[in-house]
């Protein structure tokens, strides 16, 4: 059987059955390679997934696994659960790194494929970062798995819908796995410290704050964690003839003054809070500041970007469209660039957004209308605003009465579009600062036609044909 392990430190590959133990003269590993697990229950958090009874994990240890594509962000364990594939199953096992892999090897590990299933054996090829592969080398694979000559376990950090052929993606099961958690990173860290594959065994003090701000530091990536706990190690101070791992020793390691940021805690919170309610008080250098103290404590940036496009409908909206359109433009150079060269894009946003009129007419009209919706009865759609595609729908009056807006003059038509009983309910209310100033003009214009104050058409008024708004 043909196996192909891929050493992701940058090594030679070795070539040989899966799960075969490696020459002893080898080059020290790293502590995140040496930790790596070997069983399911080795593997820290993804329970949704790998908990008892649970479908993946009845999957790999009946060895009956599908053909899936792992999803999720860098250190959570997609090529750790294929490693712990290759020592269960019964199939040959290939490891293949979509990095340093073409047309040609694909071709030459398929063929090999094909020929092991003809002798009715199974193969499971695993395909790391298999979304750098381009549209025609994933299409390589699709009759291969079609046929069953290969189980193809993917792994990416990319959106599948996005990275990976639609109708290879649709042969695959698709497994989501999540960013670890503080508690499973602490536990990962505390095993490193007794295994004897880690640290066990050797004089060392490392304080439980030290694992939780190591882990706080790690957000969800498991790898970066032993990093961060290896660094600390080689670098430890001596206390009393120990090794002791101290704050200062931490913050000279990761280069990070405010570890003291909890993520999912009540600081991570309150710091939002204080994000959003300067943001709302228009002071930009109350603003800048808090964003500081989230990104330089490791906050993902494309959070504090989320944040800012809900705050640029909720509490500028109509004052100035133009918000919502920088907020999204910040969150796709976020999303491009990443820290550190997207705390820019995010300084930008936040004090455009803090210096910008205010209005929470949208986010008021939105929840006045949320109420309604599930407090008052849920009103039919008035016969005259519904579709009537059939003949049945036609003689029961449906779409009876509509007016065509296009079809009228004033391009607007007197009918009202809602319930009888809500026919007066007001939902948008513009307070009138910026250009919301005009859309306030617009809809009083609107109204008092519609509800027959005045015989003067809307698009008489400067405010609706674009000039300078009313008072």
Not at 218 to 240: H, M, P
Request: aromatic content about 6%; some cysteine.
């Amino acid at each position: 059987m043909l196996s192909q392990m891929d050493d992701r430190d940058g090594r030679s590959a070795a070539r040989g059955r899966a799960g075969a133990t490696a020459p002893a003269e080898t080059a020290p590993q790293p502590l995140a390679s040496r930790m790596r697990p070997v069983t399911l229950d080795e593997i820290a958090g993804q329970e949704h997934l790998l908990g008892p009874g649970k479908l993946l994990r009845t999957m790999i240890e009946s060895d009956r696994i599908p053909s899936m594509i792992l999803w999720g962000p860098p250190g959570v364990g997609k090529t750790t659960i294929a490693r712990v594939v290759a020592h269960v199953t019964k199939a040959s096992f290939i490891d293949f790194s979509a990095v340093t892999s073409g047309i040609k090897e694909i071709k030459a590990v398929m063929a090999s494929a094909e020929q092991a299933r003809l002798s009715g054996e199974r193969t499971v090829l695993f395909v790391d970062e298999i979304h750098r592969f381009n549209k025609a080398q994933q299409d390589a694979f699709l009759p291969f798995v079609e046929q069953g000559s290969i189980i193809l376990v993917g792994a990416t950090t990319e959106n599948p819908s996005f990275e990976i052929n639609a109708a290879l993606l649709s042969r695959c099961k698709v497994f989501v796995l999540e960013a670890l958690g503080e508690e499973a990173l602490v536990s990962l860290l505390r095993r490193a410290l007794v295994d004897p594959r880690g640290y066990g065994g050797r004089p060392l003090v490392v304080p439980d704050p030290i694992l939780v701000k190591i882990a706080s530091f790690a957000n969800g990536d498991a790898r970066k964690a032993l990093g961060v706990l290896e660094t600390c190690v080689a670098n430890a101070g001596s206390v009393d003839g120990v090794p002791t791992i101290t704050d200062e020793v931490l913050a000279d390691c990761t280069s990070r003054k405010a570890l003291l940021y909890d993520k999912d805690g009540e600081e991570h919170y309150n710091t939002i809070s204080a994000l959003h309610k300067s943001m709302r008080n228009s002071d930009p250098d109350a603003a800048v500041y808090w964003l500081a103290r989230m990104l330089e404590a490791g906050e993902d940036p494309l959070y504090v970007a989320r944040r800012c496009i809900r705050f640029a409908s909720e509490d500028v909206g109509l004052a100035d469209p133009n918000a919502l359109l920088l907020a999204n433009a910040v969150w796709d150079a976020c999303n491009k660039i990443g820290m550190p060269e997207c705390n820019c894009a995010l300084t930008q946003i936040v004090v455009y957004l803090s210096l910008a009129p205010k209005s929470n007419a949208i986010d008021a009209a939105y929840m006045a209308a949320a109420r309604d919706a599930a407090e008052r009865r849920a009103e039919p759609v008035p016969l005259h605003i519904r579709n009537a595609p059939t003949r049945l729908m036609k003689e029961l009056d449906y779409g009876k009465g509509y007016e065509y807006a296009h079809d009228t003059d004033e391009k607007i038509a007197r009918m009202s579009c809602l319930p009888e009983s809500l026919a007066h309910r007001r939902y948008y209310r513009p307070a009138g600062l910026g250009a919301e100033a005009r859309w306030k003009a617009r809809l009083a214009a609107v109204r008092d036609w519609r509800e027959g104050r005045t015989d003067v058409p809307p698009f008489s008024s400067p405010a609706y044909t674009g000039g300078a708004p009313s008072k």
